[in-house]
């Protein structure tokens, strides 16, 4: 079971010192994230992983994680109630019959499953850290239309859509909530793969199988590190 909730950053345009030593965001900016300083206590990452190279990430992060320190990467799985999610996905074939959301809430669910294998077999192939878990927390939320539509043009992939399609989706989309009432609930499991930095072991380098140096500079989208207090 995970431990007390991890101290959140922050940060503060009046406070720029304390901001830095509180935590570092690292999105696309890779040269930031070469002057990192070990001794972090968290390594987190939400909804982005699957950008990440997942050995290239996991070396990165245990070079900046002090021994104990924790890697927890997560993703929010939406999982709708079943006329709800027929209804989203026969919008998806009218309009966009060749996306992933087409073929039914359940194959979004299996291609949740592929990031969490690959961020797992990431971590382990570093050889730093303890063997990963899983931890899952189950919430939910109700939306009504204009909600659901505000955040849908976010979802992975949907910012390529032709402006067209997406226009017609969203369209799609509203009217299938109209049709269960206007509004609806829709069921979440946050999933969380997460392992301890061990001691390095003495003469301990990093794979070049692996890809990894010292030097090298990782893009790591989303990763905060947290520095405590």
Do not use: C
């Amino acid at each position: 079971m995970p431990g007390p909730p991890l101290e959140r950053a922050l940060l503060s345009a009046g406070e720029p010192h304390r901001a830095r030593q509180i935590a570092e965001s690292f999105g696309s900016d890779a040269e930031r994230y070469d002057r990192a300083r070990p001794g972090y206590p968290d390594a987190i990452s939400g909804q982005a992983w699957h950008w990440v190279d997942p050995v290239a990430g996991a070396a990165s992060a245990a070079r900046a994680l002090r021994s104990g320190g924790r890697l927890a990467v997560f993703w929010n799985v939406f999982q709708p109630a079943p006329d709800v999610g027929e209804a989203f996905s026969a919008v998806y074939r009218h309009v966009l019959p060749d996306s992933i959301f087409s073929r039914g809430t359940d194959s979004v669910v299996q291609g949740y499953a592929t990031f969490f294998t690959k961020a797992a077999d990431g971590i382990r192939a570093v050889g730093a850290f303890s063997d990963p878990e899983q931890w899952r927390f189950h919430w939910e939320r109700s939306y009504s239309r204009d909600e659901w539509l505000y955040q849908l043009p976010t979802f992975g992939g949907h910012s390529q859509f032709p402006p067209a399609k997406l226009h017609e989706l969203l369209a799609g989309i509203g009217a299938a909530i109209d049709t269960v009432g206007g509004s609806f609930t829709m069921q979440y499991t946050a999933v969380v793969v997460t392992a301890a930095r061990t001691e390095a072991p003495y003469g301990f380098s990093w794979p070049d199988s692996a890809g990894i140096a010292t030097s090298t500079r990782v893009q790591t989208t989303g990763f905060r590190l947290q520095q405590a207090r």
